[in-house]
């Protein structure tokens, strides 16, 4: 697609149910990551693939949280038995050659607004 | 973690003046970029500086980078209303497997 897309753009749930939330990255690009961003502050890592392996998931909070990209394209950030601390925007980069190919640059999407009640 | 951290915090200015923002980091880094990123929309790149560069220039953007004292600016010259956003650093570490954030600027250009 023309940019990385994001679903959904808003997303309210109880507290004790499961989110899943999607990332479709530029076509062709082998970098996927995955951020979390409250407000007012700068985004903070959670996890990253090339193709469809994840290279790092160092920045998952805890292990309700997982995240996967199973054909190397799209992704799925899966939080389950959410707590209302969850609630953020979670964004979604994609990177043509990742961070030490090419320019190195990472393209976001807009975002997904995560609201635990 | 976030490893960069921005100075200052906020920024107001008037249309046609300069605007700078620093940024400091903790760890050794294989190159430093700037994001803008309007009312809470997604980030986008503005600029990249490699670890052996000290000054690049991007139209109205000029970028230092000082790797002794891990420091960074970002310069936007003949600012204008449509800059008003946050400015993030983020910073690429040597293996080049994260890209970690600070916590942004927020610059307000008033016309």
């Known amino acids: 697609g023309a940019g990385v897309s994001q679903s959904p753009r808003y997303k309210v749930t109880k507290r004790g149910q499961d989110v899943a939330l999607r990332c479709d990255p530029i076509?062709?690009?082998?970098?996927l990551y995955w951020y979390r961003q409250a407000l007012g502050q700068g985004p903070e890592f959670l996890t990253y693939?090339?193709?469809?392996?994840?290279?790092?998931k160092s920045g998952l909070p805890n292990d309700r949280f997982s995240a996967e990209r199973p054909e190397g394209s799209i992704s799925t950030l899966t939080i389950q038995r959410t707590e209302q601390r969850d609630s953020a925007m979670y964004r979604c980069?994609?990177?043509?050659?990742?961070?030490?190919?090419?320019?190195?640059?990472?393209?976001f999407g807009e975002g997904s607004r995560l609201t635990v009640l | 973690s976030q490893q960069g951290e921005e100075d200052p915090q906020a920024l107001s200015i008037q249309e046609g003046e300069n605007a700078t923002m620093n940024c400091s980091y903790k760890?050794?880094?294989?190159?430093l970029q700037w994001y803008r990123q309007n009312s809470g929309r997604g980030l986008v790149h503005l600029i990249l500086?490699?670890?052996?560069?000290r000054e690049k220039h991007s139209g109205r953007l000029r970028v230092t980078l000082d790797t002794s004292k891990k420091s960074s600016s970002l310069l936007i010259t003949a600012s204008r209303a449509a800059d008003t956003a946050s400015y993030f650093c983020?910073?690429?570490?040597?293996?080049?497997?994260?890209?970690?954030f600070g916590k942004g600027t927020m610059l307000l250009v008033s016309p």
């Open positions: 983020a910073t690429v570490n040597s293996g080049y497997s994260t890209l970690t």
């Open positions: 500086i490699r670890s052996n560069e």
């Open positions: 693939f090339n193709y469809e392996a994840q290279q790092d």
């Open positions: 980069a994609s990177s043509l050659l990742g961070l030490a190919g090419g320019a190195g640059e990472l393209f």
């Open positions: 760890t050794s880094i294989n190159n």
């Open positions: 076509s062709g690009h082998v970098s």
